[in-house]
């Protein structure tokens, strides 16, 4: 995870990132107050649940209003390697920094690390696991092609991990495609939660639907009003006990049905954090937030 610096309302996201909202009557120091105690108040909830955390600082400069989102631009493997991703948004490309590699690498079983990100040069993009869900289990990736996932790198990327890529379309109400697959769907170890109503084309949402089934989660089905509420935007966490826990947003949380709760509490602890001001004018949530680190550690 990475303590945001210099948090704030980015306007060249927002012209993809439909969920963005500015919030007025506050100042760029209260809003970044605001961001650092709910990055805080996060954190230490994971941890007094068992779960490993490395957190690390952003840097003022330069600027970077999203790096409290690592998951865009970077995703690690089991086999120790560590995948850095084309950015659509040339602000977000400062996220990438070589010295956190260095800290991986450090800590953790490097093995080799894949830059993807001369793809930009040809507008090319795709936002690591924002783009992408990943099945690892059943070594499968799920992704919404949008202006940030785009269906060729998707497919060659997939290739390079031996993944079968599932690439379908994904709309809201206004016809604008969903900016990343990771607000309309989560993958845990025994369920999926997913919003088939942004699915509008009837034969791919079957595609989806009969490719999760296939490999045994059970679907939680969402509306695009939760959706909206970002409860499309978990990630599932074990602790070092085995413990696992649905880490979501307290929005995404309260949009749940007692019946959706009570389908998930079958499998997995809930475990909501509130993060409003990161989650309205960032325009990312709980999951965004977080990085997986799958790297084995160094003996």
């Known amino acids: 995870m990475v ?20 919030i007025g009557g506050y100042t760029a120091a ?6 650092e105690a709910e990055f805080d108040s996060f954190v230490a909830i994971l941890r007094s649940n068992g779960v490993e955390v490395l957190v690390v600082q952003d840097t003022a400069t330069p600027s970077k209003p999203d790096a409290v989102f690592p998951n865009n631009w970077i995703s690690m493997q089991a086999d120790g390697t560590i995948y850095l991703y084309p950015m659509c948004t040339p602000n977000r490309r400062l996220e990438r920094r070589e010295d956190i590699i260095d800290l991986l690498e450090e800590k953790f079983a490097v ?46 990327h997939c ?4 993944y079968d890529a599932i690439a379908f379309d994904s709309t809201d109400r206004h016809g604008k495609a969903v900016y990343h697959t990771n607000v309309m769907l989560t993958i845990g170890d025994q369920f999926a939660v997913i919003c088939l109503e942004s699915i509008r084309n009837e034969q791919e949402k079957q595609m989806v639907v009969d490719s999760l089934t296939a490999t045994g989660l059970e679907i939680v089905a969402i509306s695009e009003a939760q ?20 880490v979501m947003s307290q929005s995404a949380f309260d949009s749940l049905t007692s019946e959706q709760r009570t389908q998930l509490e079958q499998y997995t602890t809930l475990l909501p954090v509130a993060i409003p001001t990161i989650e309205t004018i960032g325009g990312g949530s709980a999951r965004c937030m977080l990085a997986e680190i799958f790297l084995p550690e160094r003996q």
Request: proline fraction near 3%.
């Open 3 to 22: 303590r945001p610096a210099s948090f704030s309302f980015n306007a060249e996201t927002a012209l993809s990132n439909a969920f963005q909202q500015s």
């Open 30 to 35: 209260e809003i970044q107050q605001k961001a």
């Open 111 to 156: 093995k080799k690390v894949v830059d993807l990100s001369a793809a930009e040069a040809s507008g090319l993009f795709l936002e690591g696991t924002g783009s992408i869900i990943f099945d690892h289990p059943n070594r499968k990736a799920y992704a919404c092609i949008s202006p940030r996932t785009d269906r060729g790198l998707l497919e060659a």
């Open 159 to 162: 290739a390079q991990l031996q």
């Open 227 to 246: 959706m909206n509420c970002f409860a499309g935007n978990m990630l599932q966490v074990e602790n070092a006990e085995g413990k696992t826990f649905l």
